[in-house]
């Protein structure tokens, strides 16, 4: 029998408070954080034989396929001076960094249900890993961005109307939104799909639709001249804010407000913190229903 006296290093109990970050938790498991990263990194493009090139494979093609069809065929523009493959690279870097994070968050559960079942630590690690492994995915990706943006203000007479903005020094602001943004998302999805396994049959079709209504392939000025109506649904899209705020530092072209701005931030926190409730309120009672 266990002496009331007895000192104990560590209580495992459920928690109690509605939002709980539990830092310093997390902080004590960081080795096991960066051992989560590390394993990601590695294990994505283990036996593959081009490896970690499809960083760069992915969005060069994609911005390719993007300028063939919406700029060349119709005629879709990406303003005065700017290189329509620059402008669409611009987009795919940033969407991709959101995407990434996003649809690699919303499985935590029932991708991890094994090793939760068995031993005890901080399962927001695991959500949060993906978030810094797809960081490190995107700083390659931004260095592929500079080195066309080298390429074509340097060496060519295309890129003459493009210019970085002062704003660029905000640009790791930017990142940060769209780190939170598509871990909130993927945490309350994740935790939705313990109990609805539709949900991740639709999530890839539903991630698809959102890159369409998030100006990353035309600048929201052309979808709000074509479509007035309705041009409110791209244009209180969070992502939206984020890719023309991009575009605005680094290219000197995009709809870049600190209103907009403002909003993005709060609607991120917002959905980060609702995701982060649901998600400490799933880990409770998810191995009962997965």
Do not use: H
Request: positive net charge; contains cysteine.
């Amino acid at each position: 029998m266990a002496n009331k006296n007895d000192n104990w290093l560590y209580t495992i109990s459920p928690k109690q408070k509605l939002i709980d970050l539990n830092l310093k938790e997390v902080w004590y498991y960081k080795d096991l954080l960066l051992l989560f990263v590390k394993r990601n990194v590695i294990t994505v493009y283990k036996q593959t034989i081009l490896g970690p090139l499809w960083y760069f494979i992915q969005p060069l093609f994609t911005s390719v396929i993007f300028t063939l069809i919406f700029n060349n065929m119709a005629n879709i523009p990406t303003g005065e001076g700017v290189p329509s493959f620059l402008f669409n690279l611009a987009g795919i870097t940033c969407w991709n960094y959101f995407k990434e994070c996003l649809t690699g968050t919303s499985n935590t559960f029932s991708q991890n249900q094994g090793l939760f079942g068995k031993v005890y630590f901080p399962r927001v690690i695991v959500p949060l890993s993906v978030v810094l492994t797809n960081l490190v995915k995107y700083g390659i990706q931004i260095l592929v961005f500079i080195g066309f943006y080298i390429y074509y203000v340097f060496f060519t007479d295309k890129a003459g109307g493009a210019s970085p903005k002062s704003a660029i020094v905000f640009i790791p602001m930017l990142i940060f939104f769209m780190g939170i943004l598509g871990l909130g998302l993927g945490m309350i999805i994740s935790s939705m799909t313990t109990k609805y396994r539709d949900l991740k049959f639709l999530i890839s079709f539903g991630v698809q639709l959102l890159m369409y209504g998030s100006a990353v392939m035309y600048p929201l000025s052309f979808f709000k001249k074509k479509l007035p109506n309705i041009s409110w649904v791209v244009e209180y899209n969070p992502m939206t804010t984020i890719i023309e705020a991009f575009r605005y530092m680094t290219l000197g072209v995009g709809d870049y407000s600190l209103p907009k701005m403002l909003y993005t931030a709060l609607f991120s926190l917002v959905v980060f913190l609702l995701g982060l409730i649901i998600f400490n309120k799933t880990e409770k009672s998810f191995i009962d229903t997965i």
